[in-house]
Protein backbone atom coordinates (compact mmCIF):
# COMPACT_ATOMS: atom_id res chain seq x y z
CA UNK A 1 0.00 0.00 0.00
CA UNK A 2 2.72 2.53 1.62
CA UNK A 3 4.67 1.75 -2.07
CA UNK A 4 1.81 2.01 -4.06
CA UNK A 5 1.17 5.22 -2.76
CA UNK A 6 4.47 6.46 -3.30
CA UNK A 7 4.71 5.45 -6.72
CA UNK A 8 1.02 6.90 -7.21
CA UNK A 9 2.81 10.28 -5.73
CA UNK A 10 5.95 10.36 -8.30
CA UNK A 11 3.73 9.26 -11.36
CA UNK A 12 1.55 12.19 -10.76
CA UNK A 13 4.61 14.76 -10.02
CA UNK A 14 6.71 13.02 -13.55
CA UNK A 15 2.21 13.97 -15.20
CA UNK A 16 1.87 17.44 -13.55
CA UNK A 17 5.57 18.74 -14.74
CA UNK A 18 5.22 16.98 -18.11
CA UNK A 19 1.99 18.73 -18.57
CA UNK A 20 3.29 21.99 -18.12
CA UNK A 21 6.62 21.67 -19.78
CA UNK A 22 3.73 20.65 -23.14
CA UNK A 23 1.49 23.54 -21.57
CA UNK A 24 4.98 26.10 -22.18
CA UNK A 25 5.80 24.94 -26.00
CA UNK A 26 8.84 23.11 -24.92
CA UNK A 27 8.03 20.46 -27.97
CA UNK A 28 9.34 22.87 -30.26
CA UNK A 29 12.97 21.87 -31.29
CA UNK A 30 13.78 25.95 -31.36
CA UNK A 31 12.41 27.03 -28.33
CA UNK A 32 13.78 24.03 -26.19
CA UNK A 33 17.10 25.13 -27.84
CA UNK A 34 16.72 28.16 -26.52
CA UNK A 35 15.82 27.05 -23.23
CA UNK A 36 18.09 24.20 -22.51
CA UNK A 37 21.36 26.99 -23.36
CA UNK A 38 19.35 29.66 -21.04
CA UNK A 39 18.77 31.96 -24.07
CA UNK A 40 22.95 32.24 -24.63
CA UNK A 41 22.28 35.49 -22.61
CA UNK A 42 24.04 36.64 -19.22
CA UNK A 43 24.00 36.10 -16.38
CA UNK A 44 20.71 33.78 -17.28
CA UNK A 45 23.35 31.69 -18.99
CA UNK A 46 25.76 31.74 -15.67
CA UNK A 47 23.39 28.99 -14.53
CA UNK A 48 25.12 26.62 -16.22
CA UNK A 49 24.10 23.19 -14.60
CA UNK A 50 21.23 21.75 -16.60
CA UNK A 51 23.11 23.20 -20.13
CA UNK A 52 26.01 21.32 -19.26
CA UNK A 53 24.35 18.31 -18.90
CA UNK A 54 21.72 18.41 -21.41
CA UNK A 55 24.95 19.26 -23.81
CA UNK A 56 26.60 15.55 -23.37
CA UNK A 57 22.27 14.24 -23.76
CA UNK A 58 22.28 16.76 -27.08
CA UNK A 59 25.74 15.63 -28.56
CA UNK A 60 24.62 12.10 -28.29
CA UNK A 61 21.56 13.62 -31.01
CA UNK A 62 18.79 13.43 -28.98
CA UNK A 63 16.88 15.88 -30.30
CA UNK A 64 16.63 19.48 -28.06
CA UNK A 65 12.84 19.10 -26.77
CA UNK A 66 12.94 15.37 -26.11
CA UNK A 67 16.29 16.83 -23.72
CA UNK A 68 14.37 19.47 -22.24
CA UNK A 69 10.76 17.81 -21.85
CA UNK A 70 12.99 14.74 -20.21
CA UNK A 71 15.03 16.70 -17.86
CA UNK A 72 12.07 19.17 -16.85
CA UNK A 73 10.13 15.79 -15.85
CA UNK A 74 12.78 14.59 -13.89
CA UNK A 75 13.38 17.37 -12.02
CA UNK A 76 9.90 17.62 -10.92
CA UNK A 77 9.78 13.89 -9.84
CA UNK A 78 13.10 14.67 -8.34
CA UNK A 79 11.47 17.51 -6.05
CA UNK A 80 9.22 15.61 -4.79
CA UNK A 81 12.01 13.07 -3.76
CA UNK A 82 13.42 15.50 -1.46
CA UNK A 83 10.31 17.05 -0.83
CA UNK A 84 9.72 14.25 0.91
CA UNK A 85 12.77 13.42 2.15
CA UNK A 86 13.09 17.00 3.82
CA UNK A 87 9.66 16.67 5.58
CA UNK A 88 10.61 13.30 6.82
CA UNK A 89 13.96 15.27 8.38
CA UNK A 90 12.63 17.63 9.86
CA UNK A 91 9.05 15.89 11.13
CA UNK A 92 8.89 16.07 14.68
CA UNK A 93 12.17 18.10 15.43
CA UNK A 94 11.98 20.68 17.56
CA UNK B 1 0.05 10.40 2.88
CA UNK B 2 -0.56 14.07 3.82
CA UNK B 3 3.16 14.87 2.94
CA UNK B 4 2.55 13.30 -0.21
CA UNK B 5 -0.20 15.80 -1.07
CA UNK B 6 1.74 18.55 0.18
CA UNK B 7 4.77 18.04 -1.72
CA UNK B 8 2.35 17.33 -4.71
CA UNK B 9 0.78 20.72 -4.16
CA UNK B 10 3.95 22.70 -3.28
CA UNK B 11 5.19 21.58 -6.91
CA UNK B 12 2.05 22.39 -8.78
CA UNK B 13 1.95 26.08 -7.34
CA UNK B 14 5.32 26.52 -7.62
CA UNK B 15 4.67 25.17 -12.03
CA UNK B 16 1.45 27.13 -12.43
CA UNK B 17 2.57 30.41 -10.50
CA UNK B 18 5.88 30.78 -12.55
CA UNK B 19 4.69 29.32 -15.84
CA UNK B 20 5.50 32.40 -18.06
CA UNK B 21 8.45 33.13 -16.84
CA UNK B 22 10.34 29.31 -15.28
CA UNK B 23 13.89 28.67 -16.71
CA UNK B 24 15.35 25.38 -16.53
CA UNK B 25 17.46 26.26 -13.23
CA UNK B 26 14.27 26.61 -11.33
CA UNK B 27 13.97 23.14 -10.25
CA UNK B 28 16.54 22.14 -9.62
CA UNK B 29 17.54 25.45 -7.56
CA UNK B 30 14.42 24.02 -5.39
CA UNK B 31 15.84 20.50 -5.01
CA UNK B 32 19.39 21.40 -4.72
CA UNK B 33 18.56 24.16 -1.97
CA UNK B 34 16.18 21.06 -0.10
CA UNK B 35 19.24 19.07 -0.09
CA UNK B 36 21.22 21.26 1.15
CA UNK B 37 19.51 22.16 4.38
CA UNK B 38 18.79 18.56 5.07
CA UNK B 39 22.90 17.75 4.74
CA UNK B 40 23.72 20.96 6.80
CA UNK B 41 21.28 19.80 9.52
CA UNK B 42 22.41 16.35 9.57
CA UNK B 43 26.34 17.37 9.84
CA UNK B 44 26.45 15.28 6.63
CA UNK B 45 29.58 17.38 5.30
CA UNK B 46 30.47 15.40 2.35
CA UNK B 47 27.32 14.71 1.00
CA UNK B 48 26.71 18.70 1.99
CA UNK B 49 29.80 20.29 0.11
CA UNK B 50 28.79 17.71 -2.98
CA UNK B 51 25.47 19.50 -3.10
CA UNK B 52 27.05 23.19 -2.36
CA UNK B 53 28.94 22.33 -5.42
CA UNK B 54 26.63 21.35 -7.98
CA UNK B 55 24.38 24.24 -6.22
CA UNK B 56 26.89 26.75 -7.05
CA UNK B 57 27.01 25.41 -10.89
CA UNK B 58 23.26 25.82 -10.88
CA UNK B 59 22.89 29.64 -9.55
CA UNK B 60 25.18 32.17 -8.25
CA UNK B 61 22.82 32.53 -4.98
CA UNK B 62 24.51 28.90 -3.52
CA UNK B 63 26.88 31.62 -1.53
CA UNK B 64 23.55 32.33 0.71
CA UNK B 65 24.11 28.63 1.58
CA UNK B 66 27.83 29.51 3.39
CA UNK B 67 25.98 32.54 5.27
CA UNK B 68 23.34 30.06 7.02
CA UNK B 69 26.44 27.87 7.76
CA UNK B 70 28.39 30.31 9.61
CA UNK B 71 25.27 31.36 11.47
CA UNK B 72 24.12 27.92 12.22
CA UNK B 73 27.81 26.38 13.64
CA UNK B 74 28.91 29.49 14.70
CA UNK B 75 27.98 27.99 18.72
CA UNK B 76 28.16 24.50 17.38
CA UNK B 77 31.15 24.01 15.85
CA UNK B 78 34.88 25.06 17.06
CA UNK B 79 35.94 28.26 15.05
CA UNK B 80 38.86 26.49 13.30
CA UNK B 81 36.94 23.96 11.86
CA UNK B 82 33.61 26.48 11.31
CA UNK B 83 36.46 29.08 9.53
CA UNK B 84 37.78 25.84 7.44
CA UNK B 85 34.82 25.14 6.28
CA UNK B 86 33.61 28.41 5.07
CA UNK B 87 36.58 29.21 3.66
CA UNK B 88 36.62 26.05 1.86
CA UNK B 89 33.17 26.73 0.54
CA UNK B 90 33.92 30.18 -0.80
CA UNK B 91 36.84 28.30 -2.55
CA UNK B 92 34.41 25.73 -4.28
CA UNK B 93 32.15 29.08 -5.11
CA UNK B 94 34.71 31.46 -6.33
CA UNK B 95 36.44 29.10 -8.17
CA UNK B 96 33.15 28.28 -9.90
CA UNK B 97 31.97 31.56 -10.59
CA UNK B 98 35.09 32.50 -11.71
CA UNK B 99 35.21 29.42 -14.68
CA UNK B 100 31.66 30.13 -15.33
CA UNK B 101 32.23 33.86 -16.36
CA UNK B 102 35.34 33.14 -18.05
CA UNK B 103 33.97 30.58 -20.40
CA UNK B 104 30.99 33.18 -21.38
CA UNK B 105 32.21 36.58 -21.02
CA UNK B 106 31.78 37.21 -24.89
CA UNK B 107 28.13 36.61 -24.83
CA UNK B 108 25.48 39.06 -25.30
CA UNK B 109 23.98 40.70 -21.75
CA UNK B 110 25.36 41.97 -18.42
CA UNK B 111 27.09 40.05 -15.40
CA UNK B 112 24.74 41.40 -13.02
CA UNK B 113 21.15 42.76 -13.94
CA UNK B 114 20.07 46.05 -11.04
CA UNK B 115 16.57 46.46 -11.65
CA UNK B 116 15.56 47.56 -8.36
CA UNK B 117 14.53 51.17 -10.68
CA UNK B 118 12.59 49.83 -13.06
CA UNK B 119 10.66 47.38 -10.74
CA UNK B 120 9.76 50.54 -8.13
CA UNK B 121 7.70 52.04 -11.82
CA UNK B 122 6.63 48.99 -12.54
CA UNK B 123 5.32 48.92 -9.27
CA UNK B 124 3.91 51.98 -9.08
CA UNK B 125 2.28 51.78 -12.13
CA UNK B 126 0.79 48.75 -11.14
CA UNK B 127 -0.52 49.57 -7.73
CA UNK B 128 -4.04 47.18 -7.49
CA UNK B 129 -1.12 44.06 -8.18
CA UNK B 130 1.33 45.64 -5.92
CA UNK B 131 -1.36 45.83 -2.82
CA UNK B 132 -2.14 42.17 -3.80
CA UNK B 133 1.39 40.71 -3.84
CA UNK B 134 1.97 43.04 -0.57
CA UNK B 135 -1.15 40.55 0.68
CA UNK B 136 0.20 37.78 -0.32
CA UNK B 137 3.22 38.17 1.57
CA UNK B 138 1.56 39.59 4.45
CA UNK B 139 -0.68 36.32 4.79
CA UNK B 140 2.03 33.67 3.81
CA UNK B 141 4.66 35.73 6.42
CA UNK B 142 1.69 35.34 9.13
CA UNK B 143 1.38 31.38 8.18
CA UNK B 144 5.07 31.34 8.37
CA UNK B 145 5.15 32.93 11.96
CA UNK B 146 2.46 31.45 13.76
CA UNK B 147 3.24 29.00 15.87
CA UNK B 148 6.80 29.89 15.35
CA UNK B 149 8.20 28.56 18.52
CA UNK B 150 6.69 24.90 17.52
CA UNK B 151 8.66 24.89 14.88
CA UNK B 152 12.45 23.02 14.09
CA UNK B 153 15.03 25.42 15.49
CA UNK B 154 16.63 24.88 12.43
CA UNK B 155 14.31 25.54 10.09
CA UNK B 156 13.33 29.15 12.12
CA UNK B 157 16.76 29.94 12.06
CA UNK B 158 17.53 28.94 7.83
CA UNK B 159 14.49 31.20 7.02
CA UNK B 160 15.33 34.24 9.06
CA UNK B 161 18.29 34.27 7.93
CA UNK B 162 17.46 33.92 3.99
CA UNK B 163 14.29 34.97 3.54
CA UNK B 164 15.35 38.41 4.41
CA UNK B 165 18.06 37.81 1.52
CA UNK B 166 16.01 36.68 -0.76
CA UNK B 167 13.67 39.60 -0.04
CA UNK B 168 16.53 42.08 -0.78
CA UNK B 169 18.08 40.34 -4.28
CA UNK B 170 13.70 39.64 -5.60
CA UNK B 171 13.70 43.61 -5.23
CA UNK B 172 17.29 44.50 -6.70
CA UNK B 173 17.67 41.86 -9.39
CA UNK B 174 14.30 39.81 -9.42
CA UNK B 175 11.87 40.65 -12.15
CA UNK B 176 8.49 42.41 -10.51
CA UNK B 177 5.71 40.17 -9.79
CA UNK B 178 7.98 36.85 -10.85
CA UNK B 179 7.94 34.56 -7.90
CA UNK B 180 10.55 32.14 -8.78
CA UNK B 181 12.77 34.14 -7.87
CA UNK B 182 12.36 32.48 -3.87
CA UNK B 183 13.34 29.36 -5.46
CA UNK B 184 15.99 28.80 -2.81
CA UNK B 185 13.79 28.99 0.24
CA UNK B 186 10.23 27.55 -1.18
CA UNK B 187 10.55 24.21 0.33
CA UNK B 188 11.62 25.43 3.43
CA UNK B 189 8.70 27.99 3.61
CA UNK B 190 6.25 25.24 2.89
CA UNK B 191 7.61 23.13 5.43
CA UNK B 192 6.93 25.90 7.87
CA UNK B 193 3.84 27.09 6.57
CA UNK B 194 1.63 23.73 7.35
CA UNK B 195 1.60 22.30 11.01
CA UNK B 196 4.72 19.73 12.06
CA UNK B 197 2.72 16.85 12.42
CA UNK B 198 1.21 17.17 8.67
CA UNK B 199 4.65 16.49 7.46
CA UNK B 200 4.67 12.75 8.81
CA UNK B 201 4.95 10.76 5.62
CA UNK B 202 2.15 8.06 6.96
CA UNK B 203 -1.53 8.79 8.27
Given at each position: MKFRYRLLTFLLAAALSLSVALLMG??????ALQKLH???YRPFVYRALVPWVASLFLWLGIPPQWVLMAIF???????IAVALYFFRTFQGVK | MRASWIALTSLAVFLLTSIRSILVYDLPTLFLFGLALIFMYEQRFTAYLVVFLLASVNRETAFVLTVLFFVWFFKRMDLGTLLYFCVGQALIFVAIQLFIHFIYQDLPGDVFW???QTNLVFYSNHPWASARDILIFGVLTWAVIRNWKTKPIFLRTAFVVLAPIFFVLFWIAGFSFEYRTFGEIYLLSVSLLVPNQWLRLTA
Open positions: YNDPQLNFDTLCGVVY | SRF
